[in-house]
């Protein structure tokens, strides 16, 4: 298993256009996370999902943005008519087991531009 | 309100030396774990460290070190024998045992070091 992997790595889109990443967690991690970064800014908590249930999601994550984890291993994130303002890094990281004291794994995330 | 403050925006640090990197942070929730990351340009984020707001002692992992002092909120990173793969930023973060598992982060410190 070489880590957590996202795909693209770079997506560059114009306003309105939707768009979807893809995570791929470790595997037989039940914990993933989304989070965005923007620049010079750290991490900011999107949702969560303990298998591919969704259990907790941000008040910074709209109705155009919204995760999946059917059964419970990759992860897609959609945007829908992206704005300027959802240009960003975003980020997929994963854990195992239940604790909340379990260190996440990163991948190296999605830039998204949008022009 | 859950918040983690981070008010060192840059760090410059010789090689061989010690620095510390400072954290603060708020939380309402008697139980809580408290992380470091580094994030080098390449934009993964590596976990560096672990502190459980009940653990005794100060966390360390190899040069990394967690002063850990509850009673002022605090969770400074103190890397010792610096090297040139140090630099890069380093994030502060916190995820609360109740409510879930949304993890906070801090602004970041990005650190310099010099030959």
């Known amino acids: 298993d070489t880590g957590v992997s996202q795909d693209p790595r770079h997506k560059i889109t114009k306003r309105g256009q939707n768009v979807t990443f893809r995570c791929d967690p470790i595997?037989?991690?039940?914990?993933l996370y989304w989070y965005r970064q923007t620049l010079g800014q750290g991490p900011e908590f999107l949702t969560y999902?303990?298998?591919?249930?969704?259990?907790?999601k941000s008040r910074l994550l709209s109705d155009r943005f919204s995760a999946e984890r059917p059964k419970g291993s990759f992860s897609t994130l959609e945007i829908q008519r992206t704005e300027q303002g959802d240009s960003a890094m975003y980020l997929c990281?994963?854990?195992?087991?239940?604790?909340?004291?379990?260190?996440?794994?990163f991948g190296q995330g999605t830039r998204l531009t949008v022009v | 309100a859950q918040k983690i403050t981070q008010t060192q925006p840059g760090m410059f640090v010789q090689e061989k030396e010690a620095v510390t990197l400072d954290c603060t942070y708020d939380?309402?929730?008697?139980?809580?774990?408290l992380f470091w990351y580094k994030q080098p340009s390449s934009g993964e984020m590596i976990f560096l460290i672990y502190?459980?707001?009940?653990?005794?002692q100060n966390a360390t992992e190899g040069r990394y070190s967690l002063n850990f002092q509850k009673a002022r909120k605090s969770a400074n990173l103190v890397i010792s024998a610096s090297q040139l793969g140090d630099s890069a930023m380093y994030f502060c973060?916190?995820?609360?045992?109740?409510?879930?598992?949304?993890?906070?982060f801090g602004a970041g410190t990005r650190l310099f070091v010099k030959a």
């Open positions: 990281a994963s854990s195992f087991g239940t604790a909340p004291n379990t260190e996440a794994f």
């Open positions: 939380t309402s929730d008697p139980s809580y774990g």
């Open positions: 595997s037989e991690h039940n914990r």
């Open positions: 502190q459980g707001s009940y653990d005794q």
């Open positions: 999902f303990q298998n591919e249930a969704q259990l907790e």
């Open positions: 973060a916190m995820t609360p045992y109740t409510g879930g598992f949304k993890t906070i």
